[in-house]
């Protein structure tokens, strides 16, 4: 969900998914984009794997962190002034999500993203 919003440009939905500091990295990507006058769209070759590296309870016990390796193959649609670009990538991260275990919302939020070993 996160990488097709951020392919799209899709502010309104990352916005209920990043930290602060995570969303402006990627307001800065998304407006770079815009600013060149390109587009981009993403297609999952096959279902990302995920597999969870860490779970930590923090801040008392009222915080949940975890840390997930995802493995993933796309293709990655690029247009722009100059015409249409087709990239297909496999990419290894860890993400790092948290949220707050007496909030009612549901939602982990994004807090941090480090390249990793495929």
């Known amino acids: 969900m996160i990488v097709k919003a951020?392919?799209?440009?899709?502010?309104?939905?990352?916005?209920?998914?990043l930290a602060p500091g995570v969303m402006a990295s990627f307001d800065t990507a998304i407006?770079?984009?815009?600013?060149?006058?390109?587009?981009?769209s993403v297609e999952f070759l096959?279902?990302?794997?995920a597999d969870l590296e860490k779970a930590d309870v923090v801040g008392g016990g009222d915080l949940a962190r975890l840390t997930v390796r995802f493995l993933a193959e796309?293709?990655?649609r690029s247009k722009g002034p100059e015409g249409?670009?087709?990239?297909?990538?496999?990419t290894a991260e860890l993400w790092t999500f948290e949220r707050n275990l007496k909030s009612r919302?549901?939602?982990w939020t994004l807090v941090h993203v480090d390249a990793a070993e495929a």
């Open 46 to 49: 096959h279902s990302p794997r």
């Open 105 to 107: 919302d549901p939602n």
């Open 74 to 76: 796309f293709r990655s």
């Open 31 to 40: 407006a770079a984009r815009e600013s060149e006058g390109r587009t981009e």
């Open 6 to 17: 951020f392919a799209a440009g899709d502010r309104t939905t990352l916005r209920n998914l």
């Open 84 to 90: 249409e670009a087709v990239d297909d990538r496999r």
